[in-house]
C-alpha cells in the first residue's frame, strides 16, 4: 500500500495532539502576535489576522471542498472520503459537508446533478466558473494565514521540544 504525503501542517498539529496542545495553539491569534512575521510572508498589513480555528471551520472547509471539485465532478461522499483520509485531525461528517454543498450550490459556486441510469441515485457536484474565481480567491487569502499558521506551530513545537528535552 502506498504511503501518502502528509503536509508540514498536518504533521505538526499531529504532534501537537499527541501532546495535548491543540487547544492551546487553535486559540485565536491576535495582530500583535504576528506582525514580526506579515513581511515575511506578505501579508495585508492593515486587516486584522483571522484566528487558526475560524480559517480551519470556515474558510479552509470550503476552500477543500471547491479545490476538489475543481479536480473533478465529485459525489458527496467522495469529498467526505477525501476530507478523511488526508486530515485525521479534522473530523468530516455529512452534517458540514452536505449542508456546505447546498450553500455553494445556491450561490452559484457548483452545480449538482442526479445521476441518471443507476441503481442509487447520487448527486455529483462541479465547479462553476464562478467558483473557480472564490477558490482562486480562498487561495490568496488563506494561504499566506495559513504559513503564518505553520510556521508560528513549528516554532512553538521547538519550543515545548526544548523545554522537554
Known sequence: MAMRKKSVFEDVLKQL????????????????????????????????APS??????????????????????????E????????SPLWSASPGAVYPLLKKLEEEKMIVGRWEKGVKRPRRVYEITLKGLNELQGLRESVVPYLEVAVDSLEDFLQEVEKTAS
Open 52 to 77: 487558526l480555528a475560524r480559517l480551519l471551520s470556515k474558510k479552509l472547509f470550503r476552500l477543500c471542498v471547491l479545490f476538489l471539485l475543481s479536480q473533478k465532478p465529485r459525489y458527496g461522499s
Open 79 to 86: 469529498i467526505l472520503s477525501w476530507l478523511e483520509g488526508h
Open 17 to 48: 495532539n499527541e501532546k495535548n496542545l491543540v487547544e492551546i495553539v487553535l486559540h485565536p491569534v491576535s495582530v500583535t502576535e504576528i506582525q514580526g512575521r506579515r513581511r515575511e510572508h506578505h501579508l495585508p498589513s492593515r486587516k486584522p
